[in-house]
């Protein structure tokens, strides 16, 4: 086990944290079996430290059958053995905490892996039984129970019931393989209380708390919906299957034992809920903070960003909590792509992404310069704001995302249970580039478990590695530059024309952003740094800077 004493200190630190997430199966590859492995990340702990983050947050390692890309999860307590061993596991926290760079872990409550052990002793046991009351076990309607116990499509398109053998059905708000754990049974409680123990021992930082808006459910009468859409779910706690208030008395009871730990071990919701409900999520008495993921679904407009941000730091000061910033992970679409993804009526929202994906990601007619463009003016704009950004594998590189994988290679199961109705998610998980060159670009000596385009090669990590003006330096530059800037948590917007924002932060720096495809000019102040060039007195369309004031 580690000794992690010298990262005492702070109990604040993840106020303003930038966090970099890494998907195990597609960061590096040490072995050559075509999927990412810890020894593979353990050989990138230089790069990342390069980088001046100040943590990194694992998508799930644990065992798996990979009916959704690891979060269907059959061990909370074990390393998948394609990825690795529990003593690379402590070496790796270990080699990272020697950088000073901190660790998350990914931890999924609302279902398992139908591999996990509880739910095979479910299948074994008959209805009625103990085995079965930690999962959602119903008998169907009909006059043999044929009929799922009642109208429930999963997220991923068809069913949310799948019947066994013996004639019962089993609830699942994902896929078949990702039963739902019952919350009202004590012994789940338990369960994970004991995983967050074990991960919190072996010197784990922080928790990243997938669909932590599921969990408790009212299921009297039995959940009727078609649609997973955030118009459909109530706004008040009462909604049958999310968000519902109850859920909070779960986290309360976690945060006692994540603050027996010095530091206090700290966890982000995922909890895709209406805005005003997100600050409970976020509550010191909770989880402490949950992911804001409004610039995912925004426009590149300054309006839209100037609104997010507003609104974000308001439900931040509501809970004393910090707010996230994302724009980019591994459930959508990078946003080198997506921020030239036409808007079409929805504005870019999902659906407009979905739309794109499904019935234009072919017509290879997007404008990917400008698209890079306004990535890069994102990042800075965000890394600029108050709280803590979390950024996603590749976006350093300026990655786009892949969208002409073929379908027989695709491994997403939102787009085969939806027949192609919903887009594939594989597009921002190809395994990074990190030569230009060798069987996999650099991943490993081996392939990669999904195809990457040959144009992955101009991307590559060697090719932008101290090269003046590449993407990769921009961030390099970008997060040094703002470990010594951060100080306070305080934002003041400054007066900008149309179409551009301009803010100031403590200790006398600001960001100007030009959403724009025409050049501004350039306010006043030192350029401390910049998206693009700005030597002509100029800000070009699509870029951020950053200005000490004078
Ligand atoms: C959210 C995760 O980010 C996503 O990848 C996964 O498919 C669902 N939760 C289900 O666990
Ligand atoms: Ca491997």
Known sequence: MSDFTFLKGS???????????????????????????????????????????????LSPFYPSE????????????DVDPRIGTLEEFDELVEKLHARGIRLFVDIVPNHSSDQHVWFQEALRSPKGSRERARYIFRDGRGENGELPP??????????????????????????????????????????????????????????RIDVAHA????????P???????????????????????????????????????????????????????????SIEGLGQAFNFDLLTSQWDADAFRGVIDDNLAFAHKTGSSSTWVMSNHDVIRHATRLVIPAGKEGVTFDAENHWYVNHRLDGDLDLAKGLDRAKAATLLMLALPGSSYLYQGEELGLPDVTDIPSDRMQDPQWFRSEGKFKSRDGCRVPLPWESSGPSFGFGPGGSHLPQPSWYAN???????????????????ALAIRRKLI?????????????????EREGGWSSFTNFTDVAVALPAGEVMLASSDVSGGKVPANSTVWLKLS
Do not use: C
């Open 11 to 57: 109990a604040d630190w993840w106020r303003q944290a930038v966090v970099y997430q890494i998907y195990p199966r597609s960061f590096a590859d040490l072995n050559g079996d075509g999927i990412g492995d810890l020894k593979g990340i353990i050989g990138k702990v230089d790069y990342l430290a390069s980088l001046s983050i100040d943590a990194v947050w």
């Open 66 to 77: 990979l009916a959704d890309g690891g979060y269907d999860v059959a061990d909370y307590r």
């Open 150 to 207: 009642s109208e429930l499509a999963s997220h991923f398109g068809p069913e949310g019931w799948t019947r066994v053998p013996d004639g019962q059905w089993y609830m699942h708000l994902f896929t078949k393989e990702q039963p739902d754990f019952d919350w009202s049974n004590r012994e789940v409680h338990e369960e994970f209380l004991q995983t967050l123990k074990f991960w919190s021992d072996r010197g784990v930082d922080g928790f």
């Open 215 to 222: 969990l408790v459910k009212d299921l009297e009468p039995l």
């Open 224 to 282: 009727i919906r078609s649609s997973y859409s955030l118009e459909v779910m109530k706004a008040d706690g009462t909604d049958p299957l999310f968000d519902r208030d109850e859920v909070h008395e779960i986290y309360r009871e976690w945060r006692q034992l994540f603050n027996r730990y010095d530091p206090p071990r700290v966890a982000v919701a995922e909890a895709w809920v209406h805005p005003h409900r997100r600050p409970a999520y976020a």
């Open 459 to 477: 991307y590559a990590v060697s090719v932008q590695d101290g090269k003046a003006g590449s993407t990769l330096e921009l961030y390099r530059a």
């Open 487 to 503: 100080q306070g948590e305080k934002l003041s917007w400054l007066p900008s024309t149309q179409g551009t924002l301009w803010f």
